[in-house]
């Protein structure tokens, strides 16, 4: 099967910087789409950032200019860097990755555990 883990998470201070990672593993084909969402306490979950296979890119209104995710075809990684980061960007943090594992089912849609990002004033 398929698994995503991130990794990167943590605790920063307003106007700080963090890097999230997420590292697909398992018997994977091919990965198209991966990307980030996030959910706040008593919130939805939400897009945040998403990049395809050949690197272009969409970003939530709310992290442009902020927020810049990447990904090592190779790894099967996808990395958020996040800069200037506020107290209302805190959230957790969770990778989606569309994968083909089986040349049967073609792509699927897996997500990661989360990870916890905290932004104090």
């Known amino acids: 099967q398929v698994q995503l883990v991130e990794s990167g998470g943590g605790l920063v201070q307003a106007g700080g910087s963090l890097r999230l990672s997420c590292a697909a593993s398992?018997?994977?084909?091919?990965?198209?789409?991966m990307g980030w969402y996030r959910q706040a306490p008593g919130k939805q979950r939400e897009l945040v950032a998403v990049?395809?296979?050949?690197?272009?890119?969409n970003y939530a209104d709310s992290v442009k200019g902020r927020f810049t995710i990447s990904r090592d075809n190779a790894k099967n990684t996808v990395y958020l860097q996040m800069n200037s980061l506020k107290p209302e960007d805190t959230a957790t943090y969770y990778c989606?990755?569309?994968?083909?594992?089986?040349?049967?089912?073609?792509?699927?849609?897996?997500w990661g555990k989360g990870t916890l990002v905290t932004v104090s004033s």
């Open positions: 398992g018997s994977i084909i091919s990965t198209n789409v």
């Open positions: 989606n990755a569309r994968i083909t594992y089986s040349p049967l089912l073609g792509g699927m849609n897996f």
């Open positions: 990049i395809t296979n050949i690197g272009t890119t």
